[in-house]
């Protein structure tokens, strides 16, 4: 393997910025351990083959307080920032707050010791430099947006002319009982990307463009999957449920049961403001002060 | 379209929710940039369907497209002659290649039926020249496919080219004089001694019609001697033979420069550097038999060879690999000075690029390959194909292309 880190050693142009041949192949040594626990040699020759070395070591360098990888950076970077800011939040200012806050994180707000904590160390060269740190406003616009959602004055309601009267009593019909677990068994059953693709389009409202660049597929590959997906999903639940005893009219008539008459609150739950299952993959915990608390919106207000 | 499910199933959908931890930045920005691995792309695709978030991260990630980039199509070589750049004159040239052809043809039937069977029977005796190529050429053209091309022998091969192309033409014409020659040669005594002086001449090189220019000019001598009223129409004659032969030459020339193994393959430079018969012989057998050449240009009627399963990488320095099942990963020479950084692979389609834009495509496992015009000349970092014809190539900076029709026309996206 020295061979290799030699050669990725002299790719990356590290010694430009002052670092050592052997702190370069501990960050690298670093990165392979966190994506590639166990794998094979071969495996993580081939990873480190894929990895952006120039742009990792002009990020750990910046980490590192080194000038001349700040000159660079900032050089190549800075315009890009907060161009990229305004597009996220298509507003200039908050576009620049985006940036302005981004960048005290990348030099590094708090210390650990007696070093800065830079938010350069999670940059791992498995993307380019760029579009991770349009990553970073994204997620970071994404909390906020989140955020001030929740926090909605009385005063804006008052004059959107909403009202927050509790909403009138219903009567709560019973769903069948076996129509929750069925469902869930169909659901678990598909492939992520297939309830990739149900979550977008049903929960989130994207339309079929959007979720075809997301996973760069054409439009019409969406299209037919969800056609798919749909009667597939369908004809599993039913499927199940007369599994469990019910006919296929039953079956087709609990599964058409409206979910608003069963008194949940689907508002809230398809607005999904809880977070995700673990992402075991990463080490790296994005901060979600605000998004791990469970839906605090008042759905039975809303219009 | 409108897409409907169950509303029940919609909020059980919604309620798959849990944990609080979310990927990485680096992690999102592999997944839009598609360099994850494809357990990691199936984990974080599991994470985005169960988190509204992260979609929405992803989302803003990747924006709607801008107007579409014009399609960029490959340059034709022809049009690199800045006199055929005007429509006008490409018309004018194909007009007079058909008016020389159609002459050709007029003037060649009533005259002189002999010589028509003669003239007729000339590319036979060039193909099976071809095929007879002596062992030098063959060895010489042999080691070029090992060899790996650069500039200079891409140079030698297009001043090698024009010469194979005159020499055929010169062939060409001395076989027809010296063919017209022997038909009247029965009928004039002088006529019989010139072709027989002409045959002395020859007799050194091993050749009856030699291509060095004095045999040609003893046997016209001999041609003007035995049959002076034929010769205009003769004349006519072989220099439409000749046309037609430099013009397939060309062609054949031409068609083994659009294919880049050839290109940058110096067996070109090798065939057409043999000096003497074996070269005449050569490139000859281009011109009427491309697939005789020893390699040089894949017959244009070929069928590309059947995909096998090979897996594809790239070394440190950029050198593409291919490795057969069972075997160990060889590297692939595809254009000198090129080195990759991306490389993939479908159904037996390879794609490969690197920096500068440089982007090849083979349609055969590896073994032909052709450079593609790529819009961007920022370096291409990664490379996606869903199918033959749908891909998506990601460069320095994250800009994307997306293709739809196998490369022929890429839509770019910021």
Known sequence: MAPLFRELYRKSAAAEYGLEEGDFTRILAEVAAKYLPGASPAEVATFYMGLRVEELALARACMAGNEKAWEVFLTRYRAKLYEMAGAIAQDDGVGHELADSLYAELYGLHTRGDRRVSKFSYYSGRGSLEGWLRTLLAQDYVDRYRRQKRLVSLEEKEEQHQSFAAPPAQPAPVADPRLAPATDAALAALAAEDRFILAAYFLDGRTLAEIARMLKVHESTISRKLDRLTHRLRESIIKRLMGQGLDRRAAQEALEIDVRDLAVDVRSRLAQESAGPPFHSSKEKRSTAGTSNKEQTKSGSDP | ?414
Not at chain 2, 217 to 240: D, E, F, M, Y
Not at chain 2, 264 to 290: I, Q
Not at chain 2, 350 to 375: I, M, N, Q, R, Y
Request: hydrophobic share 40%; charged share 20%; aromatic share 4%.
């Open chain 2, 1 to 414: 379209v409108t897409f409907e499910i169950s509303k029940f199933v919609r909020g059980r959908l919604a309620q798959g929710q849990g944990g609080d931890e979310h990927p990485g930045a680096d992690l999102l920005n592999a997944f839009c940039e598609d360099a994850l691995r494809p357990v990691e792309r199936e984990q974080l695709l599991a994470h985005l369907a169960a988190c509204a978030q992260c979609r929405e991260v992803v989302a803003l990630l990747t924006p709607a497209e801008g107007p579409p980039r014009p399609a960029v199509q490959p340059q034709r070589r022809w049009l690199n002659f800045p006199a055929l750049r005007f429509p006008a004159l490409r018309w004018a040239a194909v007009t007079a290649a058909v008016t020389v052809v159609i002459a050709a043809v007029l003037l060649y039937r009533p005259e002189a039926p002999e010589r028509a069977r003669s003239v007729a029977h000339a590319p036979a005796s060039a193909t099976s020249e071809a095929t007879a190529k002596p062992p030098a050429a063959e060895k010489r053209a042999g080691a070029a496919q090992l060899t790996p091309p650069d500039t200079e022998s891409k140079k030698r091969a297009e001043v090698a080219s024009a010469q194979s192309r005159r020499q055929a033409a010169l062939d060409t014409a001395a076989r027809e004089t010296a063919s017209a020659a022997s038909s009247y040669t029965s009928q004039s005594p002088a006529g019989r001694t010139m072709a027989k002086l002409g045959t002395e001449r020859a007799a050194p090189s091993g050749r009856a019609f030699g291509p060095h220019a004095d045999m040609q000019q003893q046997a016209n001598q001999a041609a003007q001697i035995t049959a002076p009223s034929a010769l205009p129409a003769i004349g006519a004659v072989r220099k439409a033979q000749a046309d037609r032969e430099a013009a397939q030459s060309a062609t054949a020339a031409t068609r083994a420069s659009q294919i880049p193994g050839a290109v940058n393959h110096p067996a070109a430079p090798a065939v057409a550097l043999a000096s003497g018969p074996s070269a005449g012989a050569a490139a000859v057998g281009s011109s009427t038999s491309p697939g005789v050449s020893g390699g040089i240009a894949a017959p244009p009627s070929a069928e590309p060879a059947k995909p096998v399963a090979v897996s594809w990488n790239i070394s440190p320095d950029g050198q593409l690999l291919r490795q057969l099942p069972g075997e160990k990963p060889q590297t692939v020479r595809v254009a000198d000075g090129v080195r990759f950084r991306a490389v993939a692979s479908i159904r037996g389609e390879v794609w490969a690029g690197g920096p500068g834009g440089v982007l090849f495509h083979s349609s055969d496992s590896g073994t032909t390959w052709t450079e593609v015009a790529f819009p961007s000349t920022q370096d291409i970092t990664a490379i996606s194909f869903r199918s033959r014809r749908e891909g998506t190539i990601t460069v320095a900076g994250g800009d994307r292309y997306a293709t739809h029709d196998g490369g022929q026309s890429w839509l770019g996206t910021k």
